[in-house]
């Protein structure tokens, strides 16, 4: 199989694209020892994330095993998932 | 294992023979750039600092001076001082001179102008160059190594890839008794409970979870979203999401070894082993703290690239990420991106890069090195008054 995108830790929530995946292929990557598979629901740019099930809005997007952010809106598996649906919880002098 | 380096007088071994002119304020820093200009390995430090500044930010200038005048892969240093700047002349050639190496100083108001003051300069550091070059590279074992691990330009192959094995290199040379610093203090947010559970005691723990509060802190009573600056624009674009997912792609690259302790800006490692220094995620500022605290060679990972090199030590520089590699070529030492295409793994590329940690610590010139790359830039804690 060809590598297409990697999911880091068992725990996560999102895997990364290592090539541009366009918008409703097929990818599959390992998760552990097994292989899986989903649809794309959007172009994931080269290094950029998916959702690899449903998130709901405010759920923690997990990457490494740990937090990265939360989502702000819900988001759908094979999502594309960045800075538009999800933020920082961290270094937020603007939340006063 | 052993690398060919340079033993100074206070038992340190440098991986170059540099003579430093190090100017204490940037008033100064013009005389030595030309002097500097004149001599075969000599090097100008462009500090932009030294003058104005109060409190811990003055000392800091200070320190950072010393040691980088301190720095193993300096054999001797003249310091150029204007003459009325805050940072004092004579206390940063005295404390240098500790080390034992040859230190002296000129000051421009005393000598009388520009011309005068670079003469006098010429003159001392060309005498200086003719007797550091008597100094001949040895071998000494790699344990006398004290590696900057830096990252920049950040892009997802950097926590994959590039960063992991950089991590495995770094905990083969503390195994062989050397040295490591991993600095970047923003760049732990959201990691610093993976770090804090690799302290040697609870209470080296407790300082890097201090650290990160009062990064995050500082960033909060501006009143902004750190977002602003951390990730940066280009860390986005190439796919990094938020300041927590550069963070625990970032301490990758201090592999798994124990923290021995916590440094502040510009302070040397008492033992070896594993450090934190307390610096900027801002790479030359970073880079700059490791180096006034007695690194002799740095290793920095990239994902969208960057040409950083150092006026004081050779700065190797590695992608994970294949199409940096071929378009910056010119600036980039190793490619490690066989990692993610499937050919390698972080083991094997581990070893190449400890290999090149050797080579690069022995002489070999970096890629930086070879384009005369000097970036250089002191981390400033207050405003300038």
Sequence with gaps: MQKRAVVINLKDNVATAVADLSAGSQVSFFLGQDVEQLTLNNHIPLGHKFALKDINRGEEIIKYGESIGSSIIS???GDHVHVHNIQSNRGRGDRG | MKFNGYLRSDGKVGTRNYLAVIPTSICSATVAFNIASQIPQAVALPNQHGCCQIGADHEQTINTLIGLGKNPNVAAVLVVGLGCEGVPIDKVAKNIATTGKKTETVIIQECGGTLKATEKGIKIAAKMAREISLIKAQEFPISELCLAVECGGSDFTSGLASNPAVGVASDLLIEAGGTSILSETTEFIGAEHILARRAKTPMIGE??????QNCELRAKQLNVDIRGGQPTPGNIAGGISSIEEKSLGCIYKAGNSP?????????TPKEKGLYIMDTPGQDIESITGMLAGGANI????????TPTGSPLAPVIKITANSET???MFDNIDLDTSSIISGGKSIDQVAKEIFQEIIDVASGKLTKAESLGHKEFGIYKIAPTF
Excluded: H, N, P
Aim: charged content about 15%; overall charge positive.
């Design chain 1, 75 to 77: 988001i759908q598996k």
């Design chain 2, 298 to 305: 740095v290793i920095f990972t990239t994902g969208r690239g």
């Design chain 2, 207 to 212: 300082k890097i979870i201090s650290l990160v």
């Design chain 2, 325 to 327: 590699y071929s378009k």
């Design chain 2, 259 to 267: 923290i021995q302790g916590v440094l502040v800006y510009a302070e």
